[in-house]
């Protein structure tokens, strides 16, 4: 059953709780005083302790925040007093104690507050143990991905190598094989991009990622970015509206142009053929919005409160956010100070906006 710390000067006091607990199961330990009581504790932690008030030296207010202050986990306290005043009882429970016993001591009505602590103490040890184990999960989960990211990224880079290799004898191909090997390099490339976020992830989610911020604007931070599309914008016939302010912000250039990719590309997967997609920057003194819209369909409203969350998914939606695509894009927003938000317009009715301070907090 349970360790049971009986805490009380006067040994007729002890000796009676002795006799209404041990035959229930549970081990009694008696001391006299509260110095006794923290020498007990720390020598043999108890699941439960019986504590009197009126103690010689520390009394059993001062020894109740004391025990708390040094137990690890939840240890529940019932304080066995005479004192019946709210002064007393509402001293006691700011200093941590969890429950009272009047005295004189009714059997049973001690027994129901001990097993009801003893069950919450059992229910808090239970979680504390489930919780150690999403911990060591989430540890190996994370030394995993950074082995699978280090293995792939080096036969990725020869793949990348040698697609640069044929491409660099362009009198040799034909339209369509160029054409074969960009869009090859561009998944290559998207690959790397994919790797790149996996480990970010990990290191965004535990504050570990230092942002390297340089200044730049809008159009400079796009335009390679709907370099590496204009293939695919122009194949499908999609037409991409640009309306950039030419303020300047600063952010970490590589995790934004990786955001933005991120949310371009499943503008475009979304975006039919013939539609429309508008990439617009505006800016004020203290901080821009670059919004991202596509005539595509709306994400339903069943997936908006889902479509950030890790793996976020919602059952039954038609358009869903398996990976951590969008939930990398809103790490690393938040992580500038700023904040990623689903929105629409009129003609766009999926619109990503994000909103940046124009300079780091």
């Known amino acids: 059953m349970a360790r049971i710390l009986v805490v009380d000067d006067v040994a007729m006091n002890r ?58 986990g939840f240890l529940p306290i019932i304080m066995v007093t005479s004192l019946n005043d709210p002064s007393s009882r509402l001293l006691a429970l700011r200093v941590g104690a969890d429950d009272f016993v009047s005295k004189p001591i009714d059997r049973w009505e001690l027994a129901a507050r001990c097993n009801n602590l003893l069950k919450l103490r059992s229910q808090e040890r239970e979680l504390a143990e489930r919780n150690q184990q999403l911990i060591e999960l989430q540890r190996f989960r994370d030394e995993m991905a950074s082995l699978v990211v280090h293995d792939l990224k080096n036969p990725m880079a020869v793949v990348l190598s040698n697609l640069e290799y044929v491409l660099a004898g362009d009198d040799i191909l034909t339209q369509d094989q160029r054409d074969a090997i960009l869009d090859a390099r561009s998944g290559a490339f998207r690959t790397l991009r994919l790797l790149a976020n996996l480990l970010d992830v990990s290191k965004l989610e535990a504050s570990r990622l230092l942002l390297q911020r340089a200044k730049i604007n809008f159009e400079r931070l796009i335009e390679p970015i709907l370099g590496n599309r204009t293939r695919l914008l122009a194949s499908r016939g999609i037409v991409l509206t640009l309306a950039m302010a030419p303020d300047e912000v600063a952010i970490d250039i590589d995790l934004m142009t990786r955001v933005i990719e991120n949310i371009l590309d499943n503008a475009l997967r979304y975006t039919p053929a013939q539609g429309s997609v508008k990439i617009e920057a505006r800016c004020t003194p203290e901080s821009c919005e670059l919004r991202i819209g596509n005539s595509g369909p709306p994400v339903p409203e069943a997936e908006r409160p889902h479509i950030f969350e890790k793996y976020g998914q919602a059952e039954g939606a038609q358009r869903t956010n398996l990976g951590l695509g969008l939930y990398f894009c809103r790490l690393v927003v938040e992580a500038h100070g700023g904040k990623l938000t689903l929105d629409s317009e009129a003609t766009l009715p999926t619109v990503f906006s994000m909103q940046l301070p124009r300079s780091p907090a």
């Not at 006299?32 to 302790?49: K, N």
């Open 15 to 72: 000796e009676l709780l002795r006799v209404l607990l041990e035959p229930a199961g549970h081990e009694v330990i008696e001391v006299d005083s509260g110095e006794a009581a923290l020498l007990a504790a720390t020598a043999t932690p108890p699941d439960l302790v019986l504590l009197d008030v009126m103690l010689p030296g520390m009394n059993g207010f001062e020894t109740a925040s004391k025990l708390k202050q040094r137990t690890g």
